[in-house]
């Protein structure tokens, strides 16, 4: 009590300033919360009598198999491009760490996709990827003259789960990694250069001095990465709804209860559902990378 007291008169000033926009986010989260929740515990019938609190939205949704299919959906999105983002976020922090000439204009480059906006992205990918003359078949087809043909006939690639989704996740990706790029570099600048000389004097090779060094002091920065994209994931919306629109994720079959079915009651179960998650996961990968932490601490 005395250790808080103590903070508190130390830290007035930043209490006071911190203290409007806490109370800001804590109470549109509260208010938004409540009218999710009633929203989906209110059923209405098909003659407009409404029933509340009721359970049969989300009787509804768990045996709706569109349901189904966006829940895995998304949940391959999350397993497959929380890493990727990771992964092409450390390559690009790495290629970058080092001081060398033209650095920062080849940071700058790397920041590019950031400044597009994502729907901006998402439609110059529907123009690439476009059936039968995107630029994307074009080439793949033989009619540029630098490029070979590989394919006879073009690929629809709207047509498919796999392409469509895999599209949006490329977009998804490119657009999103200087995030991941400049946490992870923010983690690297904060290693001291000493750790590395030292480990040199004792035959330290590059291997041995990441594996060492780097990782375990750069795990809070990699840990950061995976817990806010993991989020984003889960919650991604304008790739999927412009490229892959036909296979749903949870966020894009929220849109379509809400406007198109004009199922707003099962619409707000399946955020709430899609709110339960991002929790679940999040503590899960909490838990996870604390075992990492032990075990790279261990070794």
């Known amino acids: 009590m005395s250790f808080l007291k103590e903070s508190l008169n130390k830290y007035k000033l930043e209490f006071l300033m911190l203290l409007p926009v806490c109370l800001y986010l804590t109470g549109f989260l509260v208010i938004i919360f409540y009218y999710l929740i009633s929203l989906s515990l209110t059923y209405v019938a098909p003659d407009y009598a409404e029933t509340f609190p009721s359970l049969r939205n989300y009787f509804f949704i768990f045996h709706s198999p569109e349901f189904k299919t966006a829940f895995l959906n998304s949940l391959l999105f999350v397993i497959v491009g929380t890493p990727l983002e990771l992964a092409a976020g450390l390559v690009l922090a790495l290629l970058i760490y080092r001081n060398f000439r033209f650095r920062g204009i080849v940071r700058s480059i790397f920041i590019v996709p950031l400044a597009v906006p994502a729907m901006v992205t998402a439609i110059i990918l529907l123009v690439l990827f476009e059936y039968p003359s995107g630029h994307i078949n074009n080439i793949l087809l033989g009619r540029h003259w630098f490029f070979p043909e590989v394919i006879a006939v073009p690929v629809n690639w709207r047509d498919s789960a796999f392409f469509a989704l895999g599209v949006s996740l490329l977009g998804k990706v490119w657009r999103d990694m200087p995030i991941s790029m400049l946490i992870l570099l923010a983690g690297l600048n904060s290693i001291t250069l000493d750790q ?43 790739f999927p709804y412009f490229l892959a629109r036909r296979y749903h994720l949870m966020g894009t079959f929220i849109e379509t209860l809400y406007h198109d079915w004009n199922k707003q009651g099962e619409a707000a179960a399946v955020s709430v559902i899609l709110v339960f998650c991002i929790i679940g996961f999040s503590a899960f990968l909490f838990w996870f990378l604390k075992r990492v932490r032990v075990g790279l601490i261990s070794i």
């Open 196 to 238: 590395y000389l030292a480990a040199e004097t004792m035959g330290a090779g590059s291997r041995q001095k990441f594996r060492y060094i780097t990782l375990p002091l750069l795990l809070p920065s990699i840990s950061t990465v995976l817990i806010i994209r993991s989020i984003e994931m889960w919650k991604e919306f304008i």
